[in-house]
């Protein structure tokens, strides 16, 4: 990992940004970039900072993804789910900014929350965004992800889960997959 840090003629240190990875958005658009790597050995710590390297807009890249929510793609079979239910999530991602869209019908019961889930097909995975809490169909939003985060995303790793009463561990399900 690594001390990421952004500016120009002023350099800040990016809050939360101290892994190998750093996802660019609008918002670093003509700013540098650079990282300090640390290192310890028996005679003790080192650290180099690499060259800085200017964000141009052709680095900010436009990523799309969709799933198809279903309660048989829960690893525990729902509790009064039907057939019928089911949800849509779709998303943009801009740098590491998430612009999602998700819609959903026939489930045993309002939904208490939606999240975003690391983990593949047959495996429930731990939680790290949460969508909305008693949230309706069609509802939307924007939020920021780490880089790991877009990562899992990128390489169908991550899930949608939506929770109900009946169902806390999750009633409808939907690998997000890369769509353009």
């Known amino acids: 990992g690594g001390c990421w840090s952004r500016g120009g003629n002023a350099w800040a240190h990016s809050a939360g940004a101290t892994g190998q990875g750093y996802g660019v958005g609008p918002a670093e658009l003509g700013l540098g970039l650079r990282v300090t790597v640390t290192g310890t050995n028996a005679v003790g710590p ?40 089911r949800g849509h999530f779709t998303a943009r991602v801009t740098g590491r900014t998430l612009h999602w869209t998700l819609t959903f019908s026939h489930l045993s019961g309002r939904p208490t929350i939606t999240h975003l889930n690391k983990g593949i097909r047959h495996r429930n995975g731990a939680a790290f965004k949460s969508l909305c809490r008693s949230c309706r169909s069609g509802v939307h939003g924007t939020l920021t992800l780490t880089s790991s985060q877009l990562d899992a995303m990128r390489h169908g790793r991550a899930y949608v889960n939506i929770h109900t009463k009946k169902n806390p561990r999750g009633e409808i399900r939907g690998k997000i997959s890369r769509v353009g």
């Open 46 to 85: 080192t650290s180099a900072m690499s060259a800085s390297l200017t964000i141009s807009p052709k680095a900010v890249t436009t990523a799309r993804f969709a799933s198809v929510l279903r309660a048989g793609q829960e690893v525990r079979r729902p509790i009064g789910a039907t057939s019928r239910a």
